[in-house]
């Protein structure tokens, strides 16, 4: 089955402590994407990736990293995470380059406190 | 960055009536795009829109690429209580350009359907 896969789903963390989210994709897609949800804000990007070993920032990128590494797995690390990253997250991977028709993972809920 | 802003923010209508919403950008985009997020799922792609002035449709959803490009909407027809849930536009402003993975999605509308 065609996925996109987040892990964790849930995360309550506190504030400086590093974390990752995970993000794999089993459709062999160039393109992934990162994204937060926030009520009234809609989903913002994050960071993108069009190839491996290629990276651009998104609208919001400030407080998070991301790597590229091989093609299926694209990690979005907060190395000291604070309470306005407080939000849904969730990657994304596509086909087209331009990252348009895009699948989206279920989402990880993280907690900063 | 660029800015969507999506109308209404929240819809609440009954059974079998037809739902329009829409977008509308302070720039030019060369893409639009149509999302629909169920609650506690990722959004799921409706329609996708490449050229200005086109018009698509997707069973009971209808959607259109403005021709200024600046805008889009979306129509629904004859709700059912599964249409509920968060819609968003999003939009890419450079096709094969700089920045050509970025997307910019729009606020979202909140669809209530009632029996």
């Known amino acids: 089955e065609a996925q996109v896969t987040q892990n964790p789903r849930y995360l309550i963390t506190v504030t400086g402590k590093k974390l990752t989210v995970t993000c794999s994709q089993n459709?062999?897609?160039?393109?992934m994407s990162w994204y937060r949800q926030d009520p009234g804000l809609g989903l913002r990007q994050i960071y993108y990736?069009?190839?491996?070993?290629?990276?651009d920032k998104g609208d919001v990128p400030e407080g998070y990293k991301v790597s590229r590494k091989e093609k299926r797995n694209f990690p979005l690390i907060l190395e000291s995470p604070s309470p306005n990253q407080t939000s849904l997250y969730f990657c994304?991977?596509?086909?087209?380059?331009?990252?348009?028709?895009?699948?989206f993972g279920q989402g990880t809920r993280l907690t900063v406190v | 960055g660029q800015q969507l802003n999506q109308s209404p923010q929240s819809m609440f209508i009954q059974e079998g009536e037809d739902v329009s919403m829409n977008c509308t950008s302070s720039?030019?985009?060369?893409?639009w795009l149509w999302y629909k997020q169920d609650p506690g799922e990722g959004p799921v792609l409706l329609i996708a829109?490449?050229?200005?002035?086109e018009l698509t449709s997707n069973g009971r959803l209808t959607a259109q690429f403005g021709i200024t490009r600046k805008d889009s909407f979306l129509n629904i027809s004859a709700s059912i209580p599964s249409d509920v849930g968060i819609y968003f536009c999003?939009?890419?402003?450079?096709?094969?350009?700089?920045?050509?993975?970025?997307?910019?999605f729009g606020q979202g509308t909140i669809l209530t359907v009632h029996p």
């Open positions: 994304a991977s596509s086909y087209d380059m331009g990252g348009t028709e895009a699948f």
């Open positions: 459709m062999n897609h160039e393109y």
């Open positions: 990736s069009m190839n491996v070993e290629v990276t």
């Open positions: 720039s030019i985009f060369n893409t």
């Open positions: 829109l490449y050229k200005a002035g």
């Open positions: 999003a939009g890419q402003a450079n096709a094969g350009g700089t920045s050509y993975g970025k997307l910019t």
